[in-house]
């Protein structure tokens, strides 16, 4: 069983920056891959990024390549997503998840999910 606290969210403007924490419960927070979804209102949660057990490799939808980056801590069991150059279309309910599938990118391949986390993005 794992647990997934996500943290950081908020408002910023266009063009600013932040940074997401995913804090996991459990000693086996190493085992697992960890990835990023979002889901603004109306729409289906979609994959932002993720990251395999060791860190040494990630993946990232095509819309935030380049400006986010997703990273991992295993001594703290806690994942990140710093996210850059933000847009008013990265606003959305931002979730961590886990899964035992390596660099999962479909929400049905993920066992635990965090609560979600708010960004806004205004201009």
């Known amino acids: 069983q794992v647990e997934l606290v996500e943290s950081g969210g908020g408002l910023v403007q266009t063009g600013g920056s932040l940074r997401l924490s995913c804090a996991a419960s459990?000693?086996?927070?190493?085992?697992?891959?960890m990835g990023w979804f979002r889901q603004a209102p109306g729409k289906e949660r979609d994959f932002v990024a993720g990251?395999?057990?060791?860190?040494?490799?990630?993946n990232y939808a095509a819309y935030v390549k380049g400006r986010f980056t997703i990273s991992r801590d295993n001594a703290k069991n806690t994942a990140y997503l710093q996210m850059s150059s933000l847009k008013a279309e990265d606003t959305a309910v931002y979730y961590c998840?886990?899964?035992?599938?390596?660099?999962?990118?479909?929400?049905?391949?993920?066992?635990?999910w965090g609560q979600g986390t708010q960004v806004t993005v205004s201009s």
């Open positions: 459990g000693r086996t927070f190493s085992s697992y891959s």
């Open positions: 998840a886990a899964s035992t599938i390596y660099l999962a990118t479909r929400p049905l391949h993920y066992t635990y």
């Open positions: 990251i395999g057990w060791g860190g040494g490799s990630t």
